[in-house]
């Protein structure tokens, strides 16, 4: 089933680190190669890693066919994109010049619009639109929330991870409220899931808490996977490569259901602000009957 228009997916988390450029990616190869679908992935972060990682570091002319040339010169989307390594996968590239973004947009009447006005007439070119963005609360993560259907919010299975998140959940509801009334929360994602006590009670953990919160947890987890850091070296996405079983398994299963949420226009409740106040504050105090476990003999703190 082909979505009516494009769905666009914003990526984001304000903490570094944490996979979100690798779930990017990763779906964005699945969704193109093994399902078919016609995607664009814009790259707004100045590292320019899903530039890298989609294969087309070399493919762009770097005056013309960048994500700077088109905001500040306000081109069209089809005017800057160039076709990836893979099929049905298009990239609008990231450069450093992006770094200038924030003082050269971020007092601008037209900062929250860059996107919409990048975008018109994409939805009715693709499929999905993914949105790899810096982590940072910043001018290119606030217009790219504005323009978005949905934001997912990649993170790892441990307390450090959830550092920031009231705080960026909290920017993307403001979006909703003053600019994009369509915007949705698709959930949270895990990855570099480990099989050991620590991440079983973790995820268990904010499973509950997210759930109270209104907030999905994204299943299944990405089993932690040396394909990730492979497919880096070699400038590719890990499920791209035959020795990525595990990775490949679990990112083909997130993104069948994240397809049959954003297809079937699932509806998301808001997030509860207060309540993810909550689920932080816990975490700092670390309660005792939530993140204490047993291994063995030795019990083990999670914080």
Same mark, same amino acid.
Not at 127 to 146: F, R
Not at 205 to 223: D, E, M, N, S
Not at 264 to 276: E, I, N, Q, S, V
């Given at each position: 089933?082909?979505?009516?228009?494009?769905?666009?997916?914003?990526?984001?988390?304000?903490?570094?680190?944490?996979?979100?450029?690798?779930?990017?990616?990763?779906?964005?190869?699945?969704?193109?190669?093994?399902?078919?679908?016609?995607?664009?992935?814009?790259?707004?972060?100045?590292?320019?890693?899903?530039?890298?990682?989609?294969?087309?570091?070399?493919?762009?002319?770097?005056?013309?066919?960048?994500?700077?040339?088109?905001?500040?010169?306000?081109?069209?989307?089809?005017?800057?994109?160039?076709?990836?390594?893979?099929?049905?996968?298009?990239?609008?590239?990231?450069?450093?010049?992006?770094?200038?973004?924030?003082?050269?947009?971020?007092?601008?009447?037209?900062?929250? !619009? %860059?996107? *919409?006005? #990048?975008? $018109?007439?994409?939805?009715?070119?693709?499929?999905?639109?993914?949105? /790899?963005?810096?982590?940072?609360?910043?001018?290119?993560?606030?217009?790219?929330?504005?323009?978005?259907?949905?934001?997912?919010?990649?993170?790892?299975?441990?307390?450090?991870?959830?550092?920031?998140?009231?705080?960026?959940?909290?920017?993307?509801?403001?979006?909703?409220?003053?600019?994009?009334?369509?915007?949705?929360?698709?959930?949270?994602?895990?990855?570099?899931?480990?099989?050991?006590?620590?991440?079983?009670?973790?995820?268990?953990?904010?499973?509950?808490?997210?759930?109270?919160?209104?907030?999905?947890?994204?299943?299944?987890?990405?089993?932690?996977?040396?394909?990730?850091?492979?497919?880096?070296?070699?400038?590719?996405?890990?499920?791209?490569?035959?020795?990525?079983?595990?990775?490949?398994?679990?990112?083909? !299963? %997130?993104? *069948?259901? #994240?397809? $049959?949420?954003?297809?079937?226009?699932?509806?998301?409740?808001?997030? /509860?602000?207060?309540?993810?106040?909550?689920?932080?504050?816990?975490?700092?105090?670390?309660?005792?009957?939530?993140?204490?476990?047993?291994?063995?003999?030795?019990?083990?703190?999670?914080?």
């Amino acid at each position: 089933m082909r979505p009516s228009k494009a769905q666009i997916i914003t990526f984001a988390n304000i903490k570094g680190g944490v996979g979100k450029t690798t779930a990017v990616t990763n779906i964005a190869y699945l969704l193109g190669v093994e399902f078919g679908k016609k995607v664009l992935v814009i790259d707004a972060d100045d590292q320019g890693n899903a530039t890298k990682a989609l294969g087309v570091r070399d493919r762009f002319d770097r005056r013309e066919e960048t994500l700077w040339a088109a905001l500040s010169r306000k081109l069209s989307f089809d005017q800057v994109m160039v076709e990836s390594a893979f099929a049905n996968i298009w990239v609008i590239s990231s450069t450093k010049e992006l770094k200038n973004a924030q003082t050269e947009f971020g007092r601008s009447a037209r900062g929250l !619009k %860059l996107f *919409k006005h #990048l975008l $018109k007439g994409a939805t009715n070119q693709f499929d999905y639109i993914l949105i /790899d963005t810096k982590p940072q609360v910043n001018i290119l993560l606030q217009a790219a929330l504005a323009a978005s259907h949905w934001y997912l919010i990649p993170s790892f299975p441990e307390p450090d991870s959830y550092d920031g998140f009231l705080d960026l959940v909290s920017e993307c509801e403001e979006i909703c409220d003053e600019e994009n009334d369509q915007l949705k929360c698709l959930g949270v994602m895990l990855s570099c899931v480990k099989k050991i006590p620590a991440h079983e009670s973790y995820i268990k953990f904010i499973g509950k808490h997210l759930k109270q919160a209104r907030v999905q947890l994204l299943k299944p987890g990405i089993r932690v996977s040396n394909a990730v850091a492979t497919g880096s070296l070699h400038s590719c996405p890990a499920v791209s490569l035959a020795s990525a079983h595990s990775v490949k398994e679990d990112y083909r !299963k %997130l993104t *069948k259901s #994240l397809m $049959k949420a954003v297809e079937a226009g699932a509806k998301a409740p808001r997030p /509860d602000l207060p309540r993810l106040g909550v689920v932080k504050d816990n975490l700092a105090q670390g309660h005792e009957e939530d993140l204490l476990i047993e291994d063995g003999i030795q019990e083990i703190n999670l914080l």
